[in-house]
């Protein structure tokens, strides 16, 4: 038994989902699935029903999850305990917004880490538009966020992918049938946004303010499930970035290139004139090189 394997176990419970636990963890749902299996299979008993919408606990999982709860308890004290023997001159940490694995980024740090075993570093979600402010307080040395808000007399970034926003529709929608659409053209649409502090909500409400309209927010929702279950009923419409549409692609909805090209990319992000650990400089090389490489 491996301690990913309990922490993905207690990330299930306290979601409610394998997929917002996998998103919780930059892993896919499948990927998630299979450690769960082998879990099951070491332990010999069945730890989820998953015959209903929701996955809830067997009587086997509720008896486990006393004891993972330990044994992460346990495991969380003792990383505690060995740092205070170990060198914080070197280590750096990471704010991310919550795109890592559809942008493909949480492989390439997967294989940095493969790469560089002794270079310590931690990485932590947060939401958009509150990174910069984590930066300039010194709380994270990098970040992966998204250009649009950042600025360029204070940080300095690499452009890791490029995207644009696109609209997302039920198949049901009086829209579906569009091979592209203007932002101006969804002034008397619900929309379905994601949540206040992410920087795509701000996003959005800007390019729709700039097109000469308020939106109508419907819904908002920090969980992309959610936003792809609402705008599969119908009740409105998304604009989200095309990588995220295209990795939760859902059957019942579509994207619909906006005939505006609103660029929302991904970028690694530090600040200007501040002196970091040295082993940050070696991860922003390989992620550089990621990204010449991918071409993205």
């Given at each position: 038994?491996?301690?990913r394997?309990?922490?993905?176990?207690?990330?299930?419970?306290?979601?409610?989902?394998?997929?917002?636990?996998?998103?919780?963890?930059?892993?896919?749902?499948?990927?998630?699935s299979?450690?769960?299996?082998?879990?099951?299979?070491?332990?010999?008993?069945?730890?989820?029903?998953?015959?209903?919408?929701?996955v809830?606990?067997?009587?086997?999982g509720k008896?486990?999850?006393?004891?993972?709860?330990?044994?992460?308890?346990?495991h969380?004290?003792?990383?505690m305990?060995?740092?205070?023997?170990?060198?914080?001159?070197?280590?750096?940490s990471?704010?991310?917004?919550?795109?890592?694995?559809?942008?493909?980024?949480?492989?390439?740090?997967s294989?940095?880490?493969?790469?560089?075993?002794?270079?310590?570093?931690?990485?932590?979600?947060?939401?958009?538009?509150?990174?910069a402010?984590?930066?300039?307080?010194?709380?994270?040395?990098?970040?992966?966020?998204?250009?649009?808000?950042l600025?360029?007399?204070?940080?300095?970034?690499?452009?890791?992918?490029?995207?644009?926003l696109?609209?997302?529709?039920?198949?049901?929608?009086?829209?579906?049938?569009?091979?592209?659409?203007?932002?101006?053209?969804?002034?008397?649409?619900?929309?379905?946004?994601?949540?206040?502090?992410?920087?795509?909500?701000?996003?959005?409400?800007?390019?729709?303010?700039?097109?000469?309209?308020e939106?109508?927010?419907?819904?908002?929702s920090?969980?992309?499930?959610?936003?792809?279950?609402?705008?599969?009923?119908?009740?409105?419409?998304a604009?989200?970035?095309?990588?995220?549409?295209?990795?939760?692609?859902q059957?019942?909805?579509?994207?619909?290139?906006?005939?505006?090209?609103?660029?929302?990319?991904?970028?690694?992000?530090?600040?200007?004139?501040?002196?970091?650990?040295?082993?940050?400089?070696?991860?922003?090389?390989?992620?550089?090189?990621?990204?010449?490489?991918?071409?993205?």
């Amino acid at each position: 038994m491996e301690i990913r394997q309990v922490q993905y176990f207690l990330s299930i419970v306290e979601t409610g989902s394998f997929s917002a636990a996998a998103e919780e963890y930059y892993i896919s749902q499948s990927s998630l699935s299979k450690v769960i299996i082998a879990l099951e299979k070491e332990l010999a008993v069945t730890l989820f029903d998953r015959s209903k919408r929701k996955v809830t606990l067997t009587e086997a999982g509720k008896a486990f999850m006393a004891q993972a709860q330990k044994l992460s308890d346990v495991h969380k004290t003792m990383l505690m305990e060995m740092d205070a023997f170990r060198s914080a001159a070197d280590t750096f940490s990471i704010a991310a917004i919550p795109v890592l694995t559809q942008y493909g980024i949480a492989n390439t740090i997967s294989l940095f880490r493969d790469q560089h075993p002794d270079i310590r570093f931690n990485l932590e979600e947060i939401d958009g538009l509150n990174i910069a402010s984590a930066l300039a307080e010194h709380r994270f040395d990098l970040a992966f966020m998204r250009h649009n808000y950042l600025d360029p007399e204070q940080f300095t970034s690499i452009e890791m992918c490029k995207d644009k926003l696109l609209v997302v529709v039920s198949k049901k929608n009086h829209h579906a049938d569009r091979t592209s659409i203007s932002i101006k053209e969804l002034s008397n649409d619900n929309f379905i946004l994601f949540d206040k502090v992410t920087d795509l909500y701000k996003l959005v409400m800007d390019e729709c303010t700039r097109a000469g309209f308020e939106p109508t927010v419907f819904y908002s929702s920090h969980r992309k499930i959610s936003v792809f279950g609402l705008v599969g009923t119908n009740i409105g419409l998304a604009l989200m970035p095309s990588r995220v549409y295209e990795y939760h692609q859902q059957p019942d909805v579509i994207g619909i290139p906006l005939e505006e090209y609103i660029e929302c990319n991904l970028v690694l992000v530090r600040e200007k004139n501040r002196k970091l650990p040295g082993n940050v400089g070696i991860f922003i090389d390989f992620m550089k090189r990621y990204s010449d490489a991918a071409g993205m």
